[in-house]
């Protein structure tokens, strides 16, 4: 599968190069003009890279960089920037961006950042949060608060941490076995029916449609992928 990229940027020329670019490469780019929809594409898709520049109109790129930090998005990110003062290259980094590039640059730079960048995606486990959200639904692991449209949504204890080990293996496939083990120990009496079961629960509470999920997704014969 490609690898998915979003690329907020709001200079049309500019847009249109690094997509025709980037998606020679083989790359499955999407992109968005201004900082409130990159924020909001950004929280509400899975992507490998968002490629980010810092001035954009309604939301600069520092507050979408440490939007999407804040709220467990583990995408690498790549700065875009026309300023050259070292203290600019440090703020982005310390709100979470992985590395960034100056304008005007060369393709060939670009492309080698990414590359890069995705190599690094590809070998490292997105990271435990204590916060995520998806779609329209904000969960606090830590204090067990679920929120789907601004409503408080009720998940037993089991169903907490089953979404949670799903979210801290979002992008790969987990089998029922790894459930069963990591989730329930083992517990007897606790079948591969039993994940499938609090599976189902998860979808009624947290999704809009449970029959067409958008977030927890069956790998049949395997097991199940978060995407979100």
Not at 77 to 102: F, S, W
Not at 111 to 132: G, H
Not at 180 to 193: A, D, P, Q
Request: include cysteine.
């Amino acid at each position: 599968m490609s690898s998915r990229i979003l690329l907020v940027e709001d200079e049309p020329g500019l847009v249109l190069t690094l997509t025709d670019l980037l998606a020679a490469e083989g790359y499955a780019v999407e992109t968005a003009t201004d900082g409130p929809s990159g924020l909001a594409r950004g929280l509400a898709e899975r992507f490998d890279l968002i490629i980010l520049d810092v001035m954009l109109p309604g939301k600069n790129g520092f507050d979408v960089c440490r939007e999407l930090r804040q709220s467990g998005k583990d995408a690498a990110i790549l700065m875009l920037t026309a300023k050259t003062q070292v203290v600019d290259r440090v703020v982005g980094l310390k709100l979470g961006a992985d590395d960034y590039l100056t304008k005007p640059f060369e393709p060939a730079e670009l492309l080698a950042r990414v590359e890069a960048l995705l190599r690094r995606v590809r070998r490292e486990n997105p990271l435990p949060v204590a916060r995520y959200q998806f779609g329209d639904v904000a969960v606090d692991f830590e204090t067990g608060q679920v929120r789907k449209g601004g409503q408080t949504v009720a998940l037993a204890g089991k169903e907490l941490q089953l979404l949670r080990f799903l979210v801290d293996r979002r992008g790969r496939v987990v089998s029922r076995d790894e459930l069963l083990e990591n989730v329930w120990e083992y517990h007897h009496g606790v079948t591969s029916r039993t994940v499938d079961v609090h599976v189902a629960w998860l979808r009624q509470k947290l999704e809009d449609n449970a029959q067409s999920p958008r977030f927890i997704h069956t790998v049949r014969g395997v097991g199940y992928r978060f995407s979100g």
